[in-house]
């Protein structure tokens, strides 16, 4: 497996077409070839990322190009997305925590993969759009655990997620101006909501770092720590409380947030109640009503 899944074609047209190239790969993982438990724990099988299950019901993802400060070169983001899709076609992942190394979540994308890149090739192979799969792909939570660098592709990757933790000394900025460029994948837009127009124009125009107590302050990341210790502890768990509700209202919930970055509030409230509404519909909101009257613990069936 691990040949097919180090994907190092020669031609840049191939190499951009990750998401495409994923999906037969992902369609390997069958209920009926997987043990229930860790089953994703396949480290031998990747390159540039570890998987790993370190609670029940979370599949944790560590990007592992420790001597780029994982610079998310074609290569990487391909393990990334295959990995990120197995999870969310596994019976027994809830929660995915998605997390670099203590010096470096990733420093960007790779500087040296794109500095020969064309305009012709780079605009014909779309090139990064299948890196951005994990926002429209992935059904199920996905937490940031940022210490360390998340600079440009990093950081982006990082707001992608549905939940952004850091440490208080990471690193975050939008340094492309510094290259001759700008953020490419969603970094402008995405800070622009999180932190207001201005600011993210002070960042992406000047390359201007920030750090992770201003990422908290600013309500970029929803916590952040005073260790690597305390954010991997307090990322899991986050990630097993998630983990530990119902997966049909876990997803419906995760729907009706993102919604919000692309609706009006009219019609995001409208949005979130006929969902609301269709959750009348599933077994553990009968489950947990009653298991809450009853005083009891609810045993979702996630249907
Ligand atoms: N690309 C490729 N290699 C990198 C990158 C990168 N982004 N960042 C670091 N490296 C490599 C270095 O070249 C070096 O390799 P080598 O040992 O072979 O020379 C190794 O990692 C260690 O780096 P440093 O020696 O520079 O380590 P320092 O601790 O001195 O500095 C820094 C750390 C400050 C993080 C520094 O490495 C740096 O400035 N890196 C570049 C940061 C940057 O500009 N990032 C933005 C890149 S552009 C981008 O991301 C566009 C986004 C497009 C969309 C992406 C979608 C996900």
Same mark, same amino acid.
């Given at each position: 497996?691990?040949?097919?899944?180090?994907?190092?074609?020669?031609?840049?047209?191939?190499?951009?077409?990750?998401?495409?190239?994923?999906?037969?790969?992902?369609?390997?993982?069958?209920?009926?070839?997987?043990?229930?438990?860790?089953?994703?724990?396949?480290?031998?099988?990747?390159?540039?990322?570890?998987?790993?299950?370190?609670?029940?019901?979370?599949?944790?993802?560590?990007?592992?190009?420790?001597?780029?400060?994982?610079?998310?070169?074609?290569?990487?983001?391909?393990?990334?997305?295959?990995?990120?899709?197995?999870?969310? *076609?596994?019976?027994?992942?809830?929660?995915? &925590?998605?997390? +670099? !190394?203590? %010096?470096?979540?990733?420093?960007? /994308?790779?500087?040296?993969?794109?500095?020969?890149?064309?305009?012709?090739?780079?605009?014909?192979?779309?090139?990064?759009?299948?890196?951005?799969?994990?926002?429209?792909?992935?059904?199920?939570?996905?937490?940031?655990?940022?210490?360390?660098?998340?600079?440009?592709?990093?950081?982006?990757?990082?707001?992608?997620?549905?939940?952004?933790?850091?440490?208080?000394?990471?690193?975050?900025?939008?340094?492309?101006?510094?290259?001759?460029?700008?953020?490419?994948?969603?970094?402008?837009?995405?800070?622009?909501?999180?932190?207001?127009?201005?600011?993210?124009?002070?960042?992406?125009?000047?390359?201007?770092?920030?750090?992770?107590?201003?990422?908290?302050?600013?309500?970029?990341?929803? *916590?952040?720590?005073?260790?690597?210790?305390? &954010?991997?502890? +307090? !990322?899991? %768990?986050?990630?097993?409380?998630? /983990?530990?509700?119902?997966?049909?209202?876990?997803?419906?919930?995760?729907?009706?947030?993102?919604?919000?970055?692309?609706?009006?509030?009219?019609?995001?409230?409208?949005?979130?109640?006929?969902?609301?509404?269709?959750?009348?519909?599933?077994?553990?909101?009968?489950?947990?009503?009653?298991?809450?009257?009853?005083?009891?613990?609810?045993?979702?069936?996630?249907?």
């Amino acid at each position: 497996m691990a040949t097919l899944l180090v994907h190092t074609p020669n031609t840049l047209s191939s190499k951009m077409n990750t998401f495409r190239a994923m999906r037969p790969i992902a369609s390997r993982f069958s209920k009926q070839t997987l043990p229930a438990y860790r089953s994703y724990s396949a480290p031998a099988s990747y390159e540039f990322i570890e998987t790993s299950e370190p609670r029940p019901g979370v599949g944790q993802i560590t990007l592992n190009r420790p001597k780029a400060l994982n610079a998310l070169s074609t290569p990487l983001i391909t393990e990334l997305n295959t990995a990120l899709l197995s999870f969310d *076609r596994s019976p027994t992942i809830r929660t995915i &925590l998605l997390t +670099g !190394s203590q %010096k470096a979540f990733a420093a960007g /994308a790779d500087i040296k993969e794109m500095a020969p890149l064309t305009f012709s090739e780079a605009y014909t192979t779309s090139f990064i759009e299948s890196w951005s799969s994990l926002t429209t792909a992935i059904k199920k939570p996905i937490i940031a655990a940022v210490s360390g660098h998340a600079l440009g592709g990093g950081c982006e990757l990082a707001l992608m997620c549905d939940i952004l933790y850091c440490t208080e000394t990471a690193n975050f900025g939008q340094p492309e101006i510094k290259l001759g460029t700008i953020p490419g994948a969603g970094g402008s837009q995405r800070l622009s909501r999180a932190v207001g127009k201005s600011r993210a124009m002070e960042l992406v125009l000047t390359g201007k770092g920030f750090s992770g107590r201003e990422a908290y302050e600013w309500g970029v990341a929803a *916590r952040c720590f005073g260790s690597w210790e305390e &954010l991997m502890e +307090g !990322s899991l %768990k986050t990630a097993e409380t998630i /983990a530990g509700y119902s997966k049909v209202a876990v997803m419906a919930g995760k729907e009706v947030v993102n919604k919000s970055q692309d609706l009006g509030i009219r019609d995001g409230v409208e949005f979130e109640r006929r969902v609301f509404h269709s959750l009348f519909g599933s077994e553990d909101q009968k489950i947990g009503m009653k298991a809450f009257a009853e005083k009891k613990k609810a045993e979702w069936t996630d249907k």
